[in-house]
């Protein structure tokens, strides 16, 4: 039996605006534009902590769950999914550019690639550097994706989101996520942006559905100093992956790590993926977590 969704909360009434804490310039989405009864994960953490490889085996062990998957990157990279795909996809800003953004032009298979398992992939992109707002993208890509009733019947939406950065572009995915999840490893750099990340995730949550799902450690053989954080700024570390060369060259292989030769490593590490995604899809509880301030953090990780 399906577990039950979780549903979506807005606060902002039609004709009214939401305010994203003091000072937020956000541009907010269109609230007509809801992804819908899908659960909706939106992960960050430190740009080069391991992101996309998290959220693309992660979308790998949702669909091995039976789960229809959408794994959406939002990075001008664009090479959130090509793990999955096998190559770097057009982005759906490129896309809308090639029709001067007439989207009714645009056929599905012009911005949505079957992945490996099944999983769909989109690639967001980003606008040209110093010209405009994530934020736009984003919308842009949800409401493509509506237009093609490409969200009724996925059960599962994964945004991968760019680095670290926390302006009002870059957290756009947070008004449509139920939960957000931070990437970390077991250093100072890591922990400082996810506490940076936990203040966005609290302002959001003041006016949107979105709440803290927890820590997932990467690359990390000890866990200390991430523990120390979560004690202090309540949240939990819900999964683990260690630091495995396999994990490197899966990247470098174009894979996933579902499709890597077996060992009985890489084996845990699988097992750990498939156990996160039903952790997930059974309904994880969100967590009151408060950031701490930047001083806090030099003295809590032992820094003079």
Same mark, same amino acid.
């Given at each position: ?56 085996? #992660? ?10 998957? #959408? ?18 996809? $057009? ?59 490409? #969200? ?111 060992? $009985? ?40």
């Amino acid at each position: 039996m399906n577990a039950p969704k979780i549903p979506f909360r807005s606060s902002c009434s039609s004709g009214s605006s939401c305010g994203d804490g003091d000072g937020s310039v956000q541009v907010h989405q269109d609230p007509a534009v809801r992804i819908g009864n899908a659960r909706v994960f939106a992960v960050y953490g430190k740009g080069g902590i391991g992101k996309s490889t998290t959220s693309s085996n #992660l979308s790998v062990a949702f669909s091995k769950l039976g789960k229809r998957v #959408l794994q959406i990157g939002c990075d001008p990279k664009h090479d959130s999914t090509f793990t999955l795909t096998k190559k770097l996809m $057009p982005t759906v800003i490129d896309v809308l550019e090639s029709v001067d953004f007439h989207s009714e032009e645009l056929r599905v298979e012009d911005f949505v690639y079957e992945g490996y398992n099944g999983v769909l992939c989109v690639e967001a992109g980003g606008p040209p550097a110093g010209t405009g707002c994530g934020g736009y993208v984003v919308g842009q890509t949800v409401k493509l994706l509506k237009e093609h009733h490409l #969200l009724e019947e996925t059960d599962v939406v994964i945004f991968d989101v760019l680095g670290d950065v926390v302006c009002g572009g870059f957290a756009a995915p947070l008004q449509h996520a139920d939960r957000a999840l931070i990437v970390t490893a077991n250093d100072f750099d890591s922990i400082f942006a996810m506490n940076r990340i936990v203040a966005a995730i609290q302002a959001k949550a003041k006016n949107y559905n979105v709440r803290l799902g927890g820590v997932i450690a990467n690359r990390s053989a000890a866990t200390d100093q991430i523990d120390r954080f979560n004690e202090q700024a309540g949240l939990r570390t819900i999964a683990r992956f260690p630091d495995l060369d396999a994990i490197r060259r899966s990247r470098l292989k174009k894979a996933t790590l579902f499709e890597m030769e077996s060992t $009985p490593e890489l084996e845990a590490v699988q097992n750990e993926y498939l156990r996160l995604a039903a952790s997930l899809w059974a309904g994880i509880e969100p967590m009151d977590g408060s950031s701490l301030k930047d001083r806090d953090i030099f003295d809590l990780l032992g820094f003079d």
